[in-house]
Nanobody, 112 residues
Framework: QVQLVESGGGLVQAGGSLRLSCLAS????????MGWYRQAPGKQREWVAT???????NYAGSVKNRFTISRDNAKNTVYLQMNSLKPEDTGVYYC??????WGQGTQVTVSS
């Protein structure tokens, strides 16, 4: 059974930074692709970033060059470093482990 627990969310001013963490249980973490998604109030959940088991990363256009996804397989943890935050980055951020395991989410609020 895979369990994902996100942390690191909070309230930050525009232009600030936050680092999200997602701790995964289970022994398949190192061979699994991991991703971050977010859901703003009244909107559908959207993809933010992905990192493969080999370390290849991909980003949504809206966060490219501002966010960085990384992983530490020794710690079963995936990170999302978020810089130059904007109010439109506000939402609940979810961690995903492929194929279809999800965390409970962590709230990120960016004030203008």
């Amino acid at each position: 059974q895979v369990q994902l627990v996100e942390s690191g969310g909070g309230l930050v001013q525009a232009g600030g930074s936050l680092r999200l963490s997602c701790l995964a249980s289970g022994r398949i973490f190192s061979i699994s692709a991991m991703g971050w998604y977010r859901q703003a109030p009244g909107k559908q959940r959207e993809w933010v970033a992905t990192i493969t088991s080999g370390g290849t990363t991909n980003y949504a256009g809206s966060v490219k060059n501002r966010f960085t996804i990384s992983r530490d397989n020794a710690k079963n943890t995936v990170y999302l470093q978020m810089n130059s935050l904007k109010p439109e980055d506000t939402g609940v951020y979810y961690c995903r482990q492929w194929p279809d395991y999800w965390g409970q989410g962590t709230q990120v609020t960016v004030s203008s």
